[in-house]
C-alpha cells in the first residue's frame, strides 16, 4: 500500500524525524509512523514551523522531512527561501495536492494550483505521486536527491494516489 | 540589562552545547560575543528560531539554547504550544524581549501593551518559567536551566542598545555545515 511504501522509503533514507499539520488524506501515513518508534512524530500548529523544526534537526545530524496539505504550502514559503534554501538544508516535503480531480472546495483549488509553479519560481524540484507503479524508486529517489543537493524537495500526492477527501 | 553583555554571559555557560539566535542584532551580537561551531546563525525566517532550536532538542540529548526575541516569537506563538506538548527536558528558550521591533524603527511590541510572553509559555504547558531584568537574575536561572530538567522559558527583558555591532559574516551554508558536523 502507498503508505506502507512512503514509510519505508522514509526509513531506507534515514529520515526519522516528521513534522507535520494534520490532514485527512496524509493521516494514514503519519499514523504509520506515529505507531512505530523508529519515527518521532511532531505536530506543529503551522506549516513553517514545521519546517523550522525539521531544519533544526537536520543541523544537528538528525534528518526530517515533513507533511503538510497544498493550503499549507503557502504558510512556508519565506522558511523555504530565507532558511533552508541559503542554509541547504535539505527538507523532503510531502503535500497533499487539494484542488485536484473531484474537489468540492472552491477555496482550496487557488493553492493547491499554485505549488508547483511556486516551485518552478523558487527551483525546487518536485515529483508527483499519482499512481503506486514504481512508487518506491520514485518516493526513494526523490529523498535520495534532496540529500544530495541539499535542497527542499516536494513530492506532491494526489487523489489519485490516496483516494482523496469526499465531499 | 543590555542583550551583547548578557550574551556574552550566557556564552561562559553554554559548555558545547548548541545555540539558536534570532535574525538581526541577536546573531550579530551571538558572533562578536564568541564565534563556535555550535551557534546556529539565522538570517530570515523570522519567527522560527525556537522552533529551529526545538528541532534540535528532539534530535540530540545535550542543552539547546534558543535565543529569541518578542517580535519574532510573536509572528510564531504556535511553537510555544509545541513546546508545551513535547516537552523536551534540554530546551532552553530565551526571550530577549525589548517589547519592540526595534530594527524597523522601534515600534512597540505587543509585550509594551501587556502580552506576558511567561504566562503564555506556562499556560502553554512549559514547566519551568521566569521572567528576569537584570543579568545577575538571569545568570542565576541560566545556570539552574543548565543543570536542571526543562523545558524552560526565561523571558528576558532588554534594554534597546543605541550602538550596534557590526553585522556578522552572512554565510548561513557554513552556518549549517559546521553545526552538523559536529554531531557526526
Known sequence: MWADVIVEALKENEVSLIAYVPDISINKVTKLMQ???????????????????AAGAY???????????????????????????????????????????????????GMGRSVRPILDVLGLPYYTLDTEDRLDL???????????????????????LHGGKLA | MHRFSATKMLLNHVGDAPVV???????????????????FYTYGSMGLCSSIALGMALSTEERV?????????????????????????NLI?????????AQTGNQPS????????????????????????DEEELQSVFMQAMEEDGPWFIVAKVEEMEEYMPVAPIEPEMT???MRRSFE
Open chain 2, 110 to 133: 505587543h509585550t509594551a501593551y501587556g502580552t506576558d510572553l511567561e504566562q503564555v509559555a506556562k499556560s502553554c504547558g512549559i514547566p519551568r518559567t521566569a521572567t528576569v531584568s
Open chain 2, 176 to 178: 549549517t555545515y559546521r
Open chain 2, 21 to 39: 539566535a534570532n535574525l538581526g542584532p541577536s546573531t550579530d551580537e551571538l558572533w562578536h560575543a564568541g564565534h563556535r561551531d555550535r551557534n
Open chain 2, 93 to 101: 528558550v530565551v526571550v530577549w524581549d525589548n517589547e519592540q521591533w
Open chain 1, 35 to 53: 505507531d512505530d518508534p523508529y519515527f518521532h512524530v511532531v505536530s506543529a500548529t503551522r506549516e513553517e514551523e514545521a519546517i523550522g523544526i
Open chain 1, 138 to 160: 520514485r518516493v526513494s529517489g526523490a529523498i535520495k536527491l534532496c540529500h544530495s543537493s541539499r535542497q527542499p524537495l516536494a513530492l506532491c500526492m494526489t487523489p489519485l
Open chain 1, 59 to 109: 543541523a544537528t545530524g538528525r534528518n526530517a522531512a515533513v507533511f503538510m496539505q497544498s493550503s499549507g504550502f503557502g504558510n512556508c514559503i519565506n522558511a523555504l527561501t530565507s532558511l533552508c534554501m541559503p542554509s541547504r538544508i535539505p527538507v523532503p516535503m510531502f503535500i497533499n495536492m487539494r484542488g485536484e480531480v473531484g474537489e468540492f472546495n472552491i477555496a482550496q483549488v
Open chain 2, 65 to 89: 539554547v534558543s535565543l529569541d526575541g518578542d517580535g519574532s516569537l510573536l509572528m510564531n506563538m504556535g511553537t510555544i504550544a509545541t513546546v508545551g506538548r513535547e516537552k523536551p527536558k
